[in-house]
């Protein structure tokens, strides 16, 4: 592709959010182009990527699209690989180490992936004294569960001088969730479920290149490793990671 045919494409997307077909074609088309100068030397905010390629925000599908460009198949793994049965072996395994962890009434795919910070360790907070962060602040920065009517304008304006980095949103009760968001930076990505609003959060990391929340950094860190397969062979990786994985996937 020429680049002056791509800028024209990320001109056209600074001012057309319709019609759709076209937009996705030139996402499609310019996917390398915007990664590229996204995970450039030169740090962009995601207030800078958001003015640049306004669509990627606010057109369904586009943060998924960023990342099989540069990914692939890799993309469709959690999906496929987040079974009810490889859920039940990870709660098992949770139940021994918390007894805050139970399935109830819930499926075991979201169950268990609501219980992965309190399985896995805290991360330590950038703070003075480098304190580790609560099961609270851990499983907040993962999964924040509000209730069925919060404001959500205003609750996320009140975010942004706190929480900055990706994380899922849902409102409802714990159990049964009636809505899902993947949040990025007072921005809310609506999902159908709440695997799909953590598979959405996770690609968020990669496609604006960004750094994992440290109070629930072994949580995205077992997502990427092991459900993902992303750097799986790290020598890097955690202790509770690689025994999480060994009970998982060979018990």
């Known amino acids: ?31 390398l182009k915007r990664q590229e100068e996204i995970h450039s ?5 995601v207030h800078d990527i958001e003015l640049q390629w306004p669509r990627l925000f606010d057109v369904p599908n586009m943060i998924d699209g960023d990342f099989r460009a540069v990914h692939g198949d890799v993309s469709d793994r959690l999906i496929m690989k987040w079974t009810q049965e490889l859920a039940k072996k990870l709660l098992q395994y949770g139940e021994k180490q918390s007894p805050q962890v139970q399935a109830d009434d819930q499926s075991a795919q979201d169950a268990g992936l609501t219980a992965l910070p309190l399985i896995l360790p805290t991360g330590k907070l950038s703070n003075a004294k480098k304190s580790r962060a609560t099961v609270k602040e851990a499983m907040e920065s993962f999964i924040d569960f509000q209730p069925i ?26 159990k049964a ?5 993947a949040v990025v930076e007072g921005r809310a990505l609506k999902q159908d479920s709440l695997l799909k609003a953590v598979d959405v959060c996770f690609k968020l990391f990669y496609v604006l290149d960004l750094e994992y929340p440290s109070a ?3 949580t995205w ?3 990427q490793k092991v459900l993902y397969q992303v750097n799986a062979k790290d020598r890097n990786t955690s202790s509770c990671v690689r025994s999480l994985r060994t009970y998982v996937l060979h018990t």
């Open 41 to 45: 030397e030169k740090k962009s905010t």
């Open 149 to 174: 009517g919060t404001n959500l304008p205003q609750y996320l304006d009140g975010l942004m001088s706190k929480r900055r980095q990706p994380f899922v949103l849902a409102l409802g009760p714990q």
């Open 221 to 223: 860190e077992f997502i």
């Open 1 to 31: 592709m020429e680049p002056e045919n791509l800028e024209e494409m990320k001109q056209w997307l600074q001012h057309n959010n319709s019609p759709i077909p076209k937009v996705v074609e030139f996402m499609k088309k310019t996917a």
């Open 177 to 181: 969730p009636a809505q899902y968001f």
């Open 216 to 218: 629930c950094y072994t």
